[in-house]
Structure formats: structure tokens, C-alpha cells
């Protein structure tokens, strides 16, 4: 593959990601993403938080042999190591500022100082190393320039930033095991240990230094130069000696605590510690035979997988590990897979540009290669259509454009359900006289009236204690709510319970008090020792029964009221067909009782 098509390829998923974007921001994380109480960590974050700042971790281990031990070897593998550790803390920065459900708070943390909160720490950490990478990378991108003084000075405070660094990049890493800590009850036992931060720290350094020697191994094929074997094999060597001491941390972890059992019990976490831990092994076998080490092929291969298994090792803590306990599923929507995949091309671009532009390897000759159709070619040489089309990077890039983010909108737009146009608001029925006794029932105004005789009914069905029978539910203190009140989607389902709301209400009425007073209230209405979920919730009826006439539990969820047709449906044609037989007419369940032209 030639550098101009893994840029074309690259490009792709960076609209793809773009158009993600676009619909979180003004979608929210409800309608782009599939998280909920039970899952609310999803792609975004673990794929592109989590574990790619993990894969990033090579640039603090390779700056601190290189640099702060002295090690002149691994010099050269020190500015690619430091460039991945600074776009992937980038992207991984930009990947939080979309997983957060408000995104233009993302200064809080500068300001709201919660220092008993694992997040606050991580938060400051990536903030502190994202801007060591900065400064690291500043004398690349200012050599050759005006700015010569900016330049000693940042070569002189270098040592004491990499110390920094360092010391950010640790406390990070295993910061970020020690938040599923507070879930022991909840994240399954395969994954679920006390030596959570120990683990993290490992896996990360081992696969984030075979994370620069594939980055290593790609350049040199891409450009066409001759890469230092020896020296990513000693690398490799490394890496498999602090994955092989992952492994045996794990596994004498499990043996501890009893919990090997679970790994052969045949159910999916256990399938999916099989993936994790088969990736990890396989790579420390191939970095274990000399011959492989010395090999270009076996160092890529081993590179991946253990890049596989530090992915899966992090999905199955953050998301696969905590399914079974919240008895939800978890599906990543289109829009969670395009920006999963368009923040690391994202970063791939802006690698491959300080490739071209900056002196950040130092590989070896160019290597010899016959010229392809592909490089060289025209496809018409009079008029030179194909290379003056495609091989002019603006022209190119546009087509791109043109091309890929029509199709991401259709497809976005066809998997969050049709768009806003599937979604009709209902309207409240019109009088058809000055005493409302007769109502014109036309939810969607499409002219397609029923006449529904209100006080008729009524009083044939027992007056006043008739009402329960269609207003089955009211909204708190009201009486014989409208359907449409709650049902105010001609089709699709709405949910009628404001959980802000609750949480204000709930925070008032037990004395809670503080900036956050309504996060106070969960323990009132949801279970300690379980997912935060509507299955872990108090009966909606043990404070609403008497001012909400709560009807006896029947099944039916009462926090989510369907679509406005299927209500009125169900309401009168089933009370149609008890009421047929009595009333002598077989007709009154047919349509055009109701609906007669």
C-alpha cells in the first residue's frame, strides 16, 4: 500500500467520524449511542479513552529509557514513541469530550475540585501528560525556525518534563484500574481484582512499546526505507518480558481469589477471556523465538495481537464485564462505530503529516521497488485525466467528500429510525361543542376525524367512577388526564417520567442540600447494591398511588406510555369487543364503528 491510499482510506472514516459528531452534538448521547443506566460506558470510551491511551503508554517508556536512563539505543524510537503518545492522548481527549453528557461543561473539572473522585485524578493526569507530549513535541515542530531561544528553553527543562511525564503517565494508567474498584459486586470476576491498577500499568507498557514498533514497521513500508530490526527486536524482547509478567500476574490473581473456574464455565465473559488472553499469549510466543524477533512480519504480528488483547482487555472491564450483573446488552450503534473509527484516522492523518514534514524517524536508505500502474501510470496521456483528477490532493480529498458524507447521513439517518420526520406530535382533541360533550379525535390534523361522544359514554359506563377505565394513569394531583398528555407520539413510544425532575423533587422532600443535591437522592428510590436502572427501582405506585390514582401493577410499564394509535387502539376496540355481544352488535369492534368513511 502506497502512503496517497492509506491517506484516501484514512480520510474516509475521518467523515465518517465528522458526521458522527455532528449527530451527538445535536442529538445527544440518547438518540447516537446505545448506552443506558445498565451500560453507560461504551465504545467511545473504552475503545478510544481507555484503551487508546494505553496503546499510547510507549511514548513515556521509550522517553524515559531513551532520555532520562540514558539508554542512546532506543534514541531513534524516541520522537515516533513521544508523536503516538501525543495524538493518542489527543484523540482520547476528544473522545471523553463526546462521551460526557454535556460537553460544553468540559471545563468543570478545571474548576470543581473533587478530590476523593478516581475521575478527578485521572482527568488531571491525561490534561498534565497530553501537555508533557506537547512540549516534547514542540522542539520537532520548531526546528529550522525563527524561534530558536523557545527552542533551548524547551531543550533545557526536556529532562525534568519527561520526569514529569512519567510520573503523570503511571499515575494515569493505574488510576484508571482502580476506578472499577468500587464495582466488586458488579464487574465479573474474571476481570474484577484488587490488583486492577498492577494489571493496567503491565498490559499497557507492554503493548504500547509493540504499539511503536508496529507504527515503526508501518513507516518504513509505507516510505520504503529500511527500519532497524535489531533494535525493534530488542524492543520486542522487552515488551514480551513485561506481558509474560502480565500473564502470571493474572493468573496467579485468579488462583488466589478462586476465580480460575470461571474461565472454562462456557459462558461469554469466559469466551471473551479466552480471545483476551489467547491474543496476550500468542504475541509473548512469537516475541519469545529469536528468528521472529529478527523478522519484520513476525514483530508486525506479534504487534497486533498484543494490541488485540490489550482492546479486549479493556472492553471486557469497561463494558462486556459488567452485562450479566446489570442483565442489559449492549449493541454499538453506526454512530459509535464511525467515530470509533474516525478519531484514530483522524490521528493517522496528522501522524502521517509530521512524518513528511518533520524529522521524527530516522530509518535507513530508501528500498528499491519496481514502479506500479498505481504511482506512475496516467490513464490518458494526452489530456493527463487520471493523475490532474486523482492525484492532486485538494481535488481528490473533495471527491472524497462528495462521496462519503451523503452516505454517512443516509445511514446515520436510516439507523437512528427514519429521522425527526417518523416522529408526529399528537394533538389534543377538538370540541365539537360548547360543552366539549362531543370531541373530534384527529391526533396527527391529517382530517381523518372520529367522533368520540365524551359525556355519552361516560354515563353509560357508571358516571364519574367510569373515568379509570380510559384515563388508567394521570400526571401527579391531576384528574382524567388526556391520552394525549402521555401518549404524544402518533406511533412511537415516549417515555412520561423526568428523571431530573424526580431527582430535584426527591432532593427537596428528604433535605438534601450542596451544588449536586439531586445526585443525593438515588439511594431513595433505587437499590444500593445494584445497577442503576429501572429494574433496580422503587414501584412508581409506593409514593404515587393516591395522587396519581396508581392502578394495580398489570404488566405494563407505567413510565412509558405507546404511541398515541396503538393506545386508542387497544383502549377501544378491546372495550368494544367485551361490550359487543351485550350490546347485540357483532359491528362494534370493526373499524368503521369508529371510523366510518
Given at each position: 500500500m502506497t502512503p496517497r491510499r492509506l491517506k484516501d482510506i484514512l480520510w474516509v472514516f475521518t467523515f465518517l467520524g465528522l458526521a458522527a459528531v455532528v449527530l451527538r452534538i445535536t442529538t445527544g448521547l440518547g438518540a447516537s449511542t446505545d448506552l443506558s443506566d445498565g451500560v453507560p460506558w461504551g465504545l467511545w470510551k473504552v475503545v478510544n479513552m481507555i484503551g487508546g491511551v494505553a496503546l499510547a503508554t510507549g511514548g513515556f517508556a521509550m522517553a524515559f529509557a531513551g532520555h532520562v536512563l540514558g539508554i542512546r539505543s532506543l534514541k531513534p524510537l524516541v520522537r515516533p514513541a513521544i508523536l503516538v503518545a501525543f495524538?493518542?492522548?489527543?484523540?482520547?481527549?476528544?473522545?471523553?469530550?463526546?462521551?460526557?453528557?454535556?460537553?460544553?461543561?468540559?471545563?468543570?473539572?478545571?474548576?470543581?475540585?473533587?478530590?476523593?473522585?478516581?475521575?478527578?485524578?485521572?482527568?488531571?493526569?491525561?490534561?498534565?501528560?497530553?501537555?508533557?507530549?506537547?512540549?516534547?513535541?514542540?522542539p520537532v515542530a520548531l526546528e529550522g525556525s525563527r524561534f530558536g531561544k523557545v527552542l533551548a528553553f524547551v531543550k533545557k527543562i526536556a529532562t525534568p518534563v519527561m520526569i514529569f511525564g512519567v510520573a503523570f503517565s503511571c499515575m494515569h494508567h493505574t488510576s484508571l484500574g482502580s476506578l472499577f474498584l468500587v464495582s466488586p459486586t458488579r464487574l465479573h470476576e474474571l476481570w474484577y481484582s484488587p490488583w486492577l491498577p498492577v494489571h493496567f500499568i503491565l498490559s499497557a507498557v507492554g503493548a504500547g512499546l509493540m504499539t511503536v514498533v508496529l507504527v515503526?514497521?508501518?513507516?518504513?513500508?509505507?516510505?520504503?526505507?529500511?527500519?532497524?530490526?535489531?533494535?525493534?527486536?530488542?524492543?520486542?524482547?522487552?515488551?514480551?518480558?513485561?506481558?509474560?509478567?502480565?500473564?502470571?500476574?493474572?493468573?496467579?490473581?485468579?488462583?488466589?481469589?478462586?476465580s480460575l473456574g470461571s474461565a472454562l464455565d462456557g459462558s461469554m465473559e469466559a469466551t471473551l477471556f479466552f480471545v483476551e488472553i489467547l491474543a496476550t499469549v500468542a504475541a509473548v510466543a512469537l516475541l519469545a523465538t529469536k528468528s521472529i524477533r529478527r523478522s519484520t512480519r513476525g514483530l508486525a504480528a506479534a504487534g497486533l495481537l498484543a494490541i488485540l488483547g490489550l482492546v479486549m482487555n479493556r472492553a471486557n472491564v469497561g463494558i462486556f464485564g459488567y452485562l450479566s450483573s446489570a442483565g442489559a446488552t449492549y449493541h454499538p450503534t453506526l454512530p459509535e462505530i464511525f467515530l470509533a473509527l474516525g478519531l484514530p484516522a483522524m490521528a493517522g492523518l496528522v501522524f502521517l503529516?509530521?512524518?513528511?514534514?518533520?524529522?521524527?524517524?530516522?530509518?535507513?536508505?530508501?528500498?528499491?521497488?519496481?514502479?506500479?500502474?498505481?504511482?506512475?501510470?496516467?490513464?490518458?496521456?494526452?489530456?493527463?485525466?487520471?493523475?490532474?483528477?486523482?492525484?492532486?490532493?485538494?481535488?481528490?480529498?473533495?471527491?472524497?467528500?462528495?462521496?462519503?458524507?451523503?452516505?454517512?447521513?443516509?445511514?446515520?439517518?436510516?439507523?437512528?429510525?427514519?429521522?425527526?420526520?417518523?416522529?408526529?406530535?399528537?394533538?389534543?382533541?377538538?370540541?365539537?361543542?360548547?360543552?366539549?360533550?362531543?370531541?373530534?379525535?384527529?391526533?396527527?390534523?391529517?382530517?381523518?376525524?372520529?367522533?368520540?361522544?365524551?359525556?355519552?359514554?361516560?354515563?353509560?359506563?357508571?358516571?364519574?367512577?367510569?373515568?379509570?377505565?380510559?384515563?388508567?394513569?394521570?400526571?401527579?394531583?391531576?384528574?382524567?388526564?388526556?391520552?394525549?398528555r402521555c401518549h404524544?407520539?402518533?406511533?412511537?413510544?415516549?417515555?412520561?417520567?423526568?428523571?431530573?425532575?424526580?431527582?430535584?423533587?426527591?432532593?427537596?422532600?428528604?433535605?438534601?442540600?450542596?451544588?449536586?443535591?439531586?445526585?443525593?437522592?438515588?439511594?431513595?428510590?433505587?437499590?444500593?447494591?445494584?445497577?442503576?436502572?429501572?429494574?433496580?427501582?422503587?414501584?412508581?405506585?409506593?409514593?404515587?398511588?393516591?395522587?396519581?390514582?396508581?392502578?394495580?401493577?398489570?404488566?405494563?410499564?407505567?413510565?412509558?406510555?405507546?404511541?398515541?394509535?396503538?393506545?386508542?387502539?387497544?383502549?377501544?376496540?378491546?372495550?368494544?369487543?367485551?361490550?359487543?355481544?351485550?350490546?347485540?352488535?357483532?359491528?362494534?369492534?370493526?373499524?368503521?364503528?369508529?371510523?366510518?368513511?
Amino acid at each position: 500500500m502506497t502512503p496517497r491510499r492509506l491517506k484516501d482510506i484514512l480520510w474516509v472514516f475521518t467523515f465518517l467520524g465528522l458526521a458522527a459528531v455532528v449527530l451527538r452534538i445535536t442529538t445527544g448521547l440518547g438518540a447516537s449511542t446505545d448506552l443506558s443506566d445498565g451500560v453507560p460506558w461504551g465504545l467511545w470510551k473504552v475503545v478510544n479513552m481507555i484503551g487508546g491511551v494505553a496503546l499510547a503508554t510507549g511514548g513515556f517508556a521509550m522517553a524515559f529509557a531513551g532520555h532520562v536512563l540514558g539508554i542512546r539505543s532506543l534514541k531513534p524510537l524516541v520522537r515516533p514513541a513521544i508523536l503516538v503518545a501525543f495524538l493518542g492522548y489527543g484523540a482520547s481527549c476528544f473522545a471523553l469530550l463526546m462521551d460526557i453528557g454535556l460537553p460544553h461543561r468540559f471545563w468543570h473539572p478545571f474548576v470543581y475540585w473533587n478530590l476523593h473522585s478516581f475521575l478527578f485524578e485521572v482527568f488531571w493526569c491525561v490534561i498534565l501528560y497530553f501537555t508533557v507530549t506537547t512540549l516534547e513535541m514542540t522542539p520537532v515542530a520548531l526546528e529550522g525556525s525563527r524561534f530558536g531561544k523557545v527552542l533551548a528553553f524547551v531543550k533545557k527543562i526536556a529532562t525534568p518534563v519527561m520526569i514529569f511525564g512519567v510520573a503523570f503517565s503511571c499515575m494515569h494508567h493505574t488510576s484508571l484500574g482502580s476506578l472499577f474498584l468500587v464495582s466488586p459486586t458488579r464487574l465479573h470476576e474474571l476481570w474484577y481484582s484488587p490488583w486492577l491498577p498492577v494489571h493496567f500499568i503491565l498490559s499497557a507498557v507492554g503493548a504500547g512499546l509493540m504499539t511503536v514498533v508496529l507504527v515503526t514497521l508501518v513507516v518504513g513500508h509505507l516510505y520504503r526505507r529500511t527500519v532497524p530490526t535489531e533494535l525493534l527486536g530488542k524492543v520486542g524482547a522487552a515488551a514480551a518480558i513485561i506481558l509474560g509478567g502480565h500473564l502470571v500476574a493474572r493468573f496467579a490473581d485468579l488462583l488466589a481469589r478462586g476465580s480460575l473456574g470461571s474461565a472454562l464455565d462456557g459462558s461469554m465473559e469466559a469466551t471473551l477471556f479466552f480471545v483476551e488472553i489467547l491474543a496476550t499469549v500468542a504475541a509473548v510466543a512469537l516475541l519469545a523465538t529469536k528468528s521472529i524477533r529478527r523478522s519484520t512480519r513476525g514483530l508486525a504480528a506479534a504487534g497486533l495481537l498484543a494490541i488485540l488483547g490489550l482492546v479486549m482487555n479493556r472492553a471486557n472491564v469497561g463494558i462486556f464485564g459488567y452485562l450479566s450483573s446489570a442483565g442489559a446488552t449492549y449493541h454499538p450503534t453506526l454512530p459509535e462505530i464511525f467515530l470509533a473509527l474516525g478519531l484514530p484516522a483522524m490521528a493517522g492523518l496528522v501522524f502521517l503529516y509530521f512524518v513528511e514534514h518533520f524529522r521524527i524517524f530516522d530509518l535507513g536508505e530508501p528500498v528499491e521497488v519496481p514502479a506500479t500502474c498505481a504511482t506512475v501510470c496516467s490513464f490518458e496521456r494526452q489530456t493527463n485525466v487520471w493523475t490532474g483528477v486523482f492525484a492532486d490532493p485538494f481535488q481528490r480529498i473533495s471527491l472524497l467528500v462528495v462521496i462519503v458524507v451523503p452516505l454517512a447521513v443516509a445511514l446515520l439517518s436510516a439507523s437512528a429510525g427514519g429521522g425527526a420526520a417518523a416522529s408526529i406530535e399528537v394533538r389534543a382533541p377538538l370540541a365539537a361543542d360548547a360543552t366539549r360533550a362531543v370531541l373530534k379525535i384527529d391526533g396527527n390534523r391529517n382530517g381523518d376525524l372520529v367522533r368520540f361522544e365524551h359525556d355519552d359514554h361516560k354515563r353509560r359506563l357508571g358516571d364519574e367512577a367510569s373515568c379509570v377505565l380510559c384515563h388508567h394513569l394521570d400526571l401527579p394531583g391531576d384528574h382524567a388526564t388526556t391520552c394525549s398528555r402521555c401518549h404524544r407520539d402518533m406511533e412511537a413510544e415516549r417515555s412520561i417520567f423526568d428523571h431530573e425532575r424526580h431527582t430535584a423533587l426527591v432532593a427537596a422532600r428528604e433535605g438534601f442540600g450542596g451544588p449536586v443535591a439531586g445526585n443525593r437522592s438515588c439511594a431513595v428510590c433505587h437499590a444500593e447494591d445494584a445497577p442503576r436502572s429501572r429494574a433496580s427501582s422503587r414501584s412508581c405506585r409506593s409514593c404515587h398511588e393516591k395522587d396519581m390514582r396508581m392502578p394495580e401493577p398489570d404488566g405494563r410499564r407505567q413510565d412509558l406510555a405507546p404511541g398515541y394509535r396503538t393506545a386508542l387502539h387497544a383502549s377501544c376496540v378491546g372495550c368494544h369487543r367485551e361490550k359487543a355481544e351485550a350490546a347485540g352488535r357483532p359491528d362494534l369492534p370493526e373499524c368503521r364503528t369508529c371510523h366510518p368513511d
